[in-house]
């Protein structure tokens, strides 16, 4: 069956430090992979997502990249952390067949910046 | 572009009392819906979905019907139980590919 991991689950960050994120698909091939924030009481804002490996698409423009190395592993970075960066991250994955295929989520990464 | 319309929370119900979501939606063309449920600190967790009008989604006693006239996806669900007290999630998918979610109902059941 398939699984997403999504790592970490927690993190407390000073303003203008780095950010790496990783996600990772496992039980399926060529997955498309989504990354989203969910400001709190609010629903989700897509950022990027990659429907093949080295293909990223960004939706909002923001100091955050995403990369995606391998087909399964999805990352999303930043240089320099702001305040309004904070907010949970969710990583998703979907698989390919048009409009019917549902979108499977991780556990969320709590970003807190100080 | 699409857009996902979803009845405001938070929403309290006593348990056992009888549960509806309102959802609405625009979009072009003939795209999928879809209910997610989002319980505390975790991700998002489909709880169902249609993919064409008339169609009825249904898991764990949660029920929504695909109304393309009314363009709606209104979830409902008999009898809440104290465990069904989430953030719900109203989305669709369209012919592209891409999703767009409502802004979420949380939803508290009190014993």
């Known amino acids: 069956s398939q699984t997403i991991h999504q790592w970490p689950a927690t993190l407390v960050q000073p303003v203008g430090s780095p950010l790496s994120l990783e996600c990772t698909v496992e039980g399926t091939s060529n997955p498309n992979l989504y990354w989203y924030r969910q400001a709190a009481g609010r629903g989700l804002q897509l950022l990027f997502y990659s429907v093949g490996i080295g293909q990223i698409s960004s939706e909002v423009p923001q100091n955050l990249s995403a990369s995606r190395p391998q087909d399964r592993q999805f990352i999303l970075s930043s240089k320099k952390l702001l305040l309004s960066d904070s907010g949970f991250y969710l990583c998703?994955?979907?698989?390919?067949?048009?409009?019917?295929?549902?979108?499977?989520f991780g556990d969320g990464t709590r970003l807190s910046i100080l | 572009g699409d857009s996902v319309t979803q009845m405001e929370g938070p929403v309290t119900l006593s348990e056992e009392a009888f549960l509806t979501i309102n959802c609405t939606y625009t979009?072009?063309?003939?795209?999928?819906l879809f209910w997610y449920v989002q319980y505390p600190g975790e991700g998002l967790q489909l709880l169902l979905k249609a993919t064409k009008a008339d169609d009825k989604g249904s898991n764990k006693g949660f029920e929504a019907t695909y109304r393309k006239e009314t363009t709606s996806f209104h979830l409902e669900k008999g009898s809440v139980q104290v465990s069904d007290s989430a953030v719900y999630f109203c989305a669709l998918r369209n012919n592209a590919g891409k999703s767009t979610f409502g802004d979420g109902t949380t939803l508290t059941v009190k014993p």
């Open positions: 979009a072009t063309g003939y795209p999928s």
């Open positions: 998703a994955w979907s698989g390919e067949g048009g409009s019917n295929q549902p979108q499977h």
